[in-house]
C-alpha cells in the first residue's frame, strides 16, 4: 500500500488484504494475505499516521490483533486469548514447534475467543470481542484493559446471543467528545456512554410503540422497544447524535443518540440486511444492502443486487443497480462490508461473502468490480490520505 492515496482495508476469512486505488480511486490492486491467514473481522486505519490495525481469530487460534506502521509492508501479532491449538500444542512437541508455540501466559486467558470491532478515536484504541464486551489500549494496540462499566451492566445476565454469538460488533465515536460512545452487541441492542465507558445506558427504546403491532417475528420490535439484534450502526455528521441502523427487522433513525428510534424500512423489499452507511457531509443521505430474508438464503431480493439509497433520512429509497449482478446474484453482504470516503462525490465499497469488491465512485449511481476470487469478505473499510 502506497503511503499517499485511498487504499480499502478487507478483513477475511482468510487473512487481511489491502486494494490500492490511489489519488484518484483507479487502478486497484490487491496485496495479501496478512495477518497470517487467520480469519479478520475488521480493520481500521489511521489517516494522519497511515497505521494500521486488524482484528480476529476464532475458537481454534484465540483472539489477536495485528498492526503496521509501515504501510502493511509488515505486521506485529499481539495475541490476547487462547483457541483449541494451544491445548493441542501443550500436549504435542512436534505440533508446538511446527507452529512455534510459546507457552507464556495470554493477558486473557480464555475470555473470549474473537476480536469483532476496532475502532481508532480520540488517541484510544477500542476493541469488540466475542462473548460481548469492550477493551480499550492507550498505547496503539500493545496493552488492553476491559471496561468494566460494561461487563457489569444490570442487564448483562440477560443478553442473548444472536446467529454469529453474543458479539459486540459496532463501536461508534463522537467526532468531538472523547466520553461519548455507542455500541451495537448481538443480541442485546444499542448501549450508550457518555462519561468515558463509567457508566453504559441501554437505548432502544422505540418512538411509536404501535410499531409492534402485528409483528411475531422474534427480532421484531415488542414491548416499546426495536429488535435487540443490532447488525450495523453508525452516527449522521453535524451537529446532535443522528444515528442509523440496521438491524435484524429494518432500518431505524434516531435522532437524539439513541434514545428513541423511528421505523425507515418502509419502501425497502425487505426488513432484512446488515449493513448502513452514512453520507460524509449530507445526514440525510444513506445506504443499505437488502437481503431476502434471515431464513429464505440471505441473498439480494429476486436474486438481483442492488444498493439502496434515501435521500431523505430513510422517507423514500432508490434501487442502484448499474453495474451489479442483475440474474443469479446469490452473494451475501455482512454488517461490517460496506464503507466509504469522504470524497465529493463520495465513494462507496462492498465486499460480499463469495469475494468480490464492488466500487462506486458516484454515490451509487454506478457500480464496478473492483476485486474478485478472495476469500469472504468480513469486513470493508477506508483509510483515505490524499
Known amino acids: 500500500m502506497s503511503s499517499t492515496g485511498l487504499a480499502l482495508l478487507v478483513g477475511t476469512t482468510k487473512g487481511a488484504f489491502l486494494i490500492s486505488g490511489g489519488s484518484d480511486r483507479s487502478g486497484w490492486t490487491v496485496k495479501g494475505p496478512f495477518c497470517d491467514?487467520?480469519?479478520?473481522?475488521?480493520?481500521?486505519?489511521?489517516?494522519?499516521?497511515g497505521q494500521l490495525w486488524a482484528g480476529g481469530g476464532g475458537d481454534w487460534s484465540g483472539a489477536a490483533i495485528w498492526n503496521s506502521d509501515d504501510h502493511g509492508e509488515t505486521w506485529n501479532r499481539v495475541?490476547?486469548?487462547?483457541?483449541?491449538?494451544?491445548?493441542?500444542?501443550?500436549?504435542?512437541?512436534?505440533?508446538?514447534?511446527?507452529?512455534?508455540?510459546?507457552?507464556?501466559p495470554l493477558p486473557f486467558a480464555d475470555q473470549f475467543s474473537q476480536i469483532w470491532s476496532l475502532c481508532h478515536a480520540h488517541g484510544?484504541?477500542?476493541?469488540?470481542?466475542?462473548?460481548?464486551?469492550?477493551?480499550?489500549?492507550?498505547?496503539?494496540?500493545?496493552n488492553w484493559k476491559r471496561n468494566d462499566g460494561l461487563d457489569n451492566?444490570?442487564?448483562?445476565?440477560?443478553?442473548?446471543?444472536?446467529?454469529?454469538?453474543?458479539?459486540?460488533?459496532?463501536i461508534v465515536p463522537h467526532p468531538e467528545n472523547p466520553d461519548k460512545l455507542w455500541i451495537g452487541i448481538s443480541a442485546a441492542g444499542v448501549f450508550a456512554t457518555e462519561d468515558g465507558g463509567v457508566t453504559w445506558e441501554r437505548r432502544n427504546r422505540l418512538s411509536n410503540a404501535g410499531e409492534c403491532a402485528d409483528h411475531d417475528h422474534p427480532a421484531a420490535p415488542r414491548d416499546g422497544e426495536i429488535g435487540h439484534c443490532i447488525h450495523n450502526m453508525m452516527r449522521a455528521p453535524?451537529?446532535?447524535?443522528?444515528?442509523?441502523?440496521?438491524?435484524?427487522?429494518?432500518?431505524?433513525?434516531?435522532?437524539?443518540?439513541?434514545?428513541?428510534?423511528?421505523?425507515?424500512t418502509e419502501g425497502l423489499p425487505s426488513t432484512f440486511g446488515f449493513p448502513i452507511r452514512v453520507h460524509p457531509r449530507d445526514p440525510e443521505t444513506i445506504w443499505t444492502l437488502?437481503?431476502?430474508g434471515d431464513s429464505a438464503g440471505r441473498f439480494p431480493p429476486e436474486a438481483s443486487a442492488a444498493v439502496w439509497r434515501s435521500r431523505d433520512g430513510g422517507q423514500s429509497w432508490q434501487a442502484l443497480r448499474n453495474g451489479l449482478p442483475q440474474e443469479s446474484c446469490f452473494f451475501t453482504v455482512l454488517r461490517q462490508a460496506m464503507a466509504g470516503d469522504g470524497r465529493d462525490p463520495a465513494g462507496i465499497y462492498f465486499g460480499t461473502n463469495s469475494g468480490s469488491v464492488f466500487a462506486s465512485l458516484d454515490?451509487?449511481?454506478?457500480?464496478?468490480?473492483?476485486?474478485?476470487h478472495l476469500p469472504t469478505v468480513l469486513c470493508v473499510e477506508v483509510l483515505d490520505r490524499g
Open 37 to 49: 491467514g487467520w480469519p479478520i473481522n475488521h480493520m481500521v486505519g489511521d489517516p494522519q499516521t
Open 79 to 104: 495475541r490476547l486469548t487462547k483457541g483449541s491449538m494451544d491445548d493441542w500444542a501443550a500436549n504435542d512437541a512436534e505440533f508446538a514447534a511446527m507452529i512455534d508455540w510459546s507457552d507464556e
Open 124 to 142: 484510544k484504541l477500542y476493541a469488540g470481542v466475542k462473548p460481548a464486551g469492550l477493551l480499550v489500549s492507550e498505547d496503539g494496540g500493545n
Open 153 to 170: 451492566h444490570p442487564s448483562a445476565g440477560s443478553w442473548t446471543p444472536g446467529a454469529a454469538g453474543l458479539v459486540l460488533h459496532t
Open 238 to 264: 453535524g451537529g446532535g447524535d443522528l444515528l442509523y441502523q440496521q438491524n435484524h427487522h429494518g432500518v431505524w433513525r434516531s435522532a437524539d443518540g439513541g434514545r428513541s428510534w423511528d421505523n425507515k
Open 290 to 292: 437488502p437481503l431476502n
Open 363 to 372: 454515490e451509487g449511481d454506478n457500480w464496478q468490480e473492483i476485486a474478485r
